[in-house]
């Protein structure tokens, strides 16, 4: 706990600290850390159509939503620790796994904000607008990205030039997406 509260507010002191846990331990934390990042997800985008469904299906639609985000997220540590290793870098699997998850925290903390906001009737209505929920998502994925970029240095132990090349196919497919995802919408 002292890990994720250290890596969020003073990252290059939590990142030691996730340097001194044992592999088992940052295994089973970032497990559990994209498996909240899953549950997060799935209740942010659960709405009233989906209670139709019934609990069971709803139940096994969380949990494969879970897995797959562990899945999800495992691939995409992979491919990072890949690229690392081509650019000389000294990290293993789990510290880029454990600092992969540990990236998701600022974006669990966003979307629960944003769900709050979205769901509570209580805020005054000149605050809860969609620009102020974007402009949270968009704040707690900047905060993800420097957690990733400090994590990228320190593990891998390179320069910042190597760590912003190494996350850019991460980025790539992120602002790809993004871009995807606005053209649908028009």
């Not at 293993?92 to 796994?97: A, P, R, S």
């Not at 769900?115 to 005054?124: D, H, P, Q, T």
């Amino acid at each position: 706990m002292k890990s994720i509260v250290l890596t969020l507010f003073n990252t290059k002191r939590g990142l030691e600290l996730l340097d001194n846990e044992f592999e088992d331990d940052l295994r089973r934390k970032s497990a559990v850390i994209f498996g909240i990042y899953a549950i997060v997800q799935f209740l942010f985008d659960f709405d009233q159509e989906k209670e139709v469904n019934g609990f069971i299906f709803n139940f096994f639609e969380l949990v494969l939503t879970i897995f797959l985000s562990i899945g999800v997220g495992m691939l995409s540590s992979y491919i990072l620790f890949k690229i690392g290793q081509w650019l000389d870098g000294k990290a293993n699997y789990v510290e880029i796994f454990s600092l992969w998850a540990y990236t998701f925290l600022p974006i669990i903390i966003g979307l629960i904000m944003v769900g709050v906001l979205k769901k509570n009737i209580f805020f005054v209505h000149d605050y809860n607008t969609p620009y102020l929920r974007n402009f949270i998502l968009y704040i707690s994925w900047l905060l993800s990205l420097k957690i990733l970029i400090q994590g990228m240095i320190k593990f891998n132990q390179y320069s910042i030039k190597k760590a912003i090349l190494n996350i850019s196919p991460i980025l790539l497919f992120k602002i790809g997406v993004l871009i995807w995802g606005i053209a649908l919408l028009n």
